[in-house]
């Protein structure tokens, strides 16, 4: 399990340009239970990757703590060794083979598989013997998965890990690792801003903007905490703060002619009961996609909402 | 610190060295190359060449040290080695392995083949020098990867860790010796390379080259390669306090940049003070240090921080120039006074002066004391020698000194404003005879009045040393003769 407590990380300006700090994660608390998929969702530059990057001991907890499985994970090997991180590149590894990443690999982590790795890489079809430098971008990211999963760690990080990945090997890649997670127990985080991507993969998700994090739950609590509302009412219709009033939360509202639509806060079952004193012609509860309420929840906060109009 | 799992350090260590395999490479065929050439005993050429590609192989430490270090100053690289299952002490340890396997071990191995060629063959160095140049390759191997590291650990872009690693192996090889043999040396009428250089830093050469005995030489050479060690235990504690955040800073360790700046202006200071050239020594100072900061700031420059360079380059100026104050008002930093640690038993001593005097006839007038005296002896002369000594603590002085050229005669250094019809020179030199060789225990010259000139040697030979003034008298041959002498 990982127990992320009260989380903060501030990047000071480059040492010699002087100026003020970044905050890049801000109070951050979140448990991550064994044996999930967990899926980072966030807007740019949210402070996804960087909690990654904590997570796995590439930057030192000064303010908060991080624990996996009860340890610090910064300067413990021993805790880094049940971690496999992948970022969001694959540039390091081009001058080696995918038979040489498998020597480097198997020095680090004692757990190396030889036989998941032949297993992957068959059913996969990568050479093995040609440079990565020579492999398409996809190729590359399918390499270093199949590194991440023979290392048998007991956690997989993959950070934005399916770009350049086309739509068909996407899903063979995707059914690969989470078949090799379930068949061992393993825990899955993955950071995407593809949130169709987390929905379909995930079991749990969190959602952080500008450092703070907005949500972190399973897939379908956080869906069941938002109802797009439609309610039509002749002569005049719901204004906004008549809705307010019978103390729902709204996130978005518009209206046309008669008929107004919503986004609320709340479940459907709270959502109808404070309704219930409304008179309306039609009244209508859509259930939103997690697409749908991560760009609900970043346009509440003002982030990209020309663009997103 | 957790227990060191050395068996995975190893591991991990043959695994990085198949990632650095190109300069592997070139330095195992350039050294192979360079050992065979010292094998050539009828080619004097031949093996000249084969020492220059030892010098070049010991120059690419930088460049592997850099590279093995990679991870300081690339953030993809930083991700992964981070992130990998070892301690910040073992993965230290593990680059400082791979570091020794793609550069040290192959430093040491083709070194001993082409030392042994050498020695078996009459080539350019004697059997002894052979020995002596191998340890001394080790040591300045050791010297250059150590420093490379410290300074890789400090930057965290590419190119700062290149090219001030080349900056701090050059300066920390000139300036302690600059300083002090043209600040603290010459202003007390010395002219040896200091003692202490000899114990690291590539001008430990110069200093060897006085050294007779074995011990001398070798025991230099450990002690460098221990100092050697110590830095590399000093890089270590700043990689273990580094993680990512500073990779793609082009400097992250401020204080390491400062003092980089520092030595680089003393450096550069030191190489043109005494001479006529020290206005533009100055001017060139300012253009390298702007333009490393400038570097440095990648785009982020703005008047205000030019200023502010400025600003700093002139307070380094005045502490450089408070430096050679200080040894101007000290003689030396008390190093005129100083007598050699070592007994100076069964050593020759000679003090001798020697002036015309032109005004009334022409005379030379020459002063001496010379033989083989006791430790306690020799201190003595040295002692009432020194007591007669004029050091004159004028601005004019200290003006000449600093900006007139005198960097080719330290005696210079004890001028006194008066010229030559009031004042001598006196040169103290003590020396040992080994056999074909004549080692140089203490070398001095300093300024007397000459009407002290009659003083200072009646009183050597009333303590009983065997001293003496000789007057040769040129009038009578006229003044063509007394020329000839002169030039003579």
Redesign the interface.
């Given at each position: 399990m990982i127990e992320i407590q009260n989380v903060s990380m501030v990047f000071k300006q480059a040492g010699m340009s002087g100026g003020e700090g970044f905050k890049a994660l801000d109070d951050i608390s979140i448990t991550i239970p064994e044996g999930c998929i967990y899926g980072f969702l966030g807007s740019n530059g949210a402070g996804k990757s960087t909690l990654m990057r904590m997570l796995c001991g590439v930057y030192k907890t000064e303010l908060g703590s991080i624990r996996i499985d009860g340890r610090d994970v910064y300067d413990n090997a021993a805790a880094k060794g049940d971690i496999f991180f992948v970022n969001d590149e694959t540039v390091q590894f081009t001058t080696f083979t995918l038979d040489g990443l498998r020597k480097y690999y198997r020095s680090y982590y004692d757990s190396f598989s030889d036989e998941t790795f032949d297993r992957l890489v068959a059913k996969l079809g990568l050479p093995t013997d040609k440079r990565l430098a020579e492999f398409s971008k996809g190729m590359k990211r399918q390499a270093v998965v199949i590194i991440g999963l023979s290392c048998m760690t007991k956690y997989i990080m993959l950070d934005e890990a399916f770009d350049g990945l086309d739509p068909a090997m996407r899903k063979v890649v995707k059914n690969m690792i989470v078949d090799e997670m379930l068949d061992r127990q393993a825990t899955l985080i993955v950071s995407s801003h593809n949130v169709a991507e987390i929905n379909e993969l995930c079991d749990r998700a969190m959602l952080i903007h500008k450092g703070k994090l907005i949500f972190a739950d399973e897939i379908d609590e956080i869906q069941g905490g938002f109802r797009k509302v439609q309610l039509a009412r002749a002569g005049s219709p719901v204004a906004r703060e008549e809705l307010e009033a019978l103390g729902l939360e709204i996130m978005q509202y518009s209206a046309l002619g008669s008929v107004i639509q919503a986004v609320v806060r709340g479940t459907e079952e709270d959502i109808m009961r404070k309704l219930s004193s409304v008179k309306t012609d039609i009244t209508e509860l859509i259930p939103l996609t997690l697409e749908e309420i991560f760009i609900y929840e970043l346009e509440a906060r003002g982030y990209g909402s020309a663009e997103l109009k | 610190m957790?227990a060191l799992?050395l068996s995975?350090i190893n591991?991990?260590a043959?695994?990085e060295r198949?990632?650095h395999k190109k300069i592997s490479m070139i330095m195992i065929i350039m050294l192979a190359v360079a050992s065979v050439l010292c094998w050539m005993a009828d080619s004097e050429g031949l093996q000249i060449l084969g020492l220059f590609l030892y010098c070049v192989g010991m120059g690419v430490g930088i460049i592997a040290g850099v590279s093995v270090f990679r991870e300081m100053t690339?953030s993809?690289?930083?991700?992964?080695k981070?992130?990998?299952?070892?301690?910040?002490a073992?993965r230290f340890l593990s680059r400082l392995l791979t570091l020794a396997y793609v550069h040290v071990i192959p430093m040491l191995v083709f070194g001993f083949i082409g030392a042994l060629g050498l020695f078996l063959n009459d080539g350019v160095i004697s059997d002894e020098e052979v020995w002596q140049a191998l340890t001394l390759m080790v040591a300045y191997t050791f010297f250059i990867d150590s420093v490379t590291v410290f300074c890789t650990c400090c930057c965290?872009a590419l190119a700062e860790s290149i090219y001030f690693s080349v900056i701090a192996i050059g300066c920390l090889s000139v300036v302690p010796a600059a300083i002090c043999y043209r600040i603290a040396q010459g202003f007390a009428g010395m002219g040896d390379y200091p003692d202490f250089i000899k114990y690291w830093t590539l001008s430990s050469a110069f200093a060897l080259n006085d050294c007779v005995n074995k011990a001398d030489y070798y025991v230099p050479q450990i002690i460098s390669i221990l100092i050697s060690c110590l830095v590399f235990f000093a890089a270590y504690q700043i990689f273990?306090r580094r993680?990512?955040?500073?990779i793609?800073?082009?400097?992250?360790?401020?204080p390491f940049?400062e003092a980089i700046m520092l030595i680089g202006v003393f450096t550069v200071y030191s190489a043109f003070i005494c001479t006529s050239s020290f206005n533009i020594g100055v001017i060139i100072t300012a253009v390298i240090y702007i333009t490393i900061n400038i570097i440095?700031?990648?785009a982020?420059i703005s008047f205000k921080r030019i200023v502010g360079w400025l600003a700093k380059l002139a307070a380094t100026s005045l502490l450089f120039f408070g430096v050679v104050v200080a040894g101007f008002l000290t003689d030396g930093f008390g190093a005129y006074n100083h007598l050699p640690v070592r007994k100076m038993n069964n050593c020759s001593v000679q003090i001798d002066s020697s002036f015309y005097m032109t005004n009334d006839s022409l005379k030379e007038k020459n002063g001496e004391a010379h033989g083989d005296y006791t430790d306690a002896e020799i201190r003595d002369m040295i002692k009432i020698a020194r007591k007669y000594g004029k050091r004159d603590k004028t601005f004019d002085r200290f003006k000449s000194i600093v900006f007139d050229d005198n960097s080719g005669s330290y005696s210079y250094y004890n001028y006194v404003e008066g010229g030559e019809n009031k004042y001598a020179y006196l040169s103290i030199n003590v020396y040992k005879d080994y056999k074909n060789y004549t080692r140089n225990i203490l070398s001095q010259s300093i300024c007397i009045e000459r009407d002290d000139f009659d003083a200072l040697f009646n009183e050597l030979a009333d303590k009983g040393y065997d001293s003496r003034i000789t007057v040769n008298d040129y009038s009578s041959n006229g003044y063509d003769d007394y020329m000839d002498e002169v030039e003579y």
């Open positions: - | 957790a799992n995975k591991r991990t043959l695994a198949k990632t690339n993809q690289l930083g991700d992964v981070l992130s990998l299952p070892l301690s910040n073992e965290g273990r993680d990512a955040r500073s793609g800073d082009p400097i992250a360790v401020r940049f440095v700031s990648r982020k």
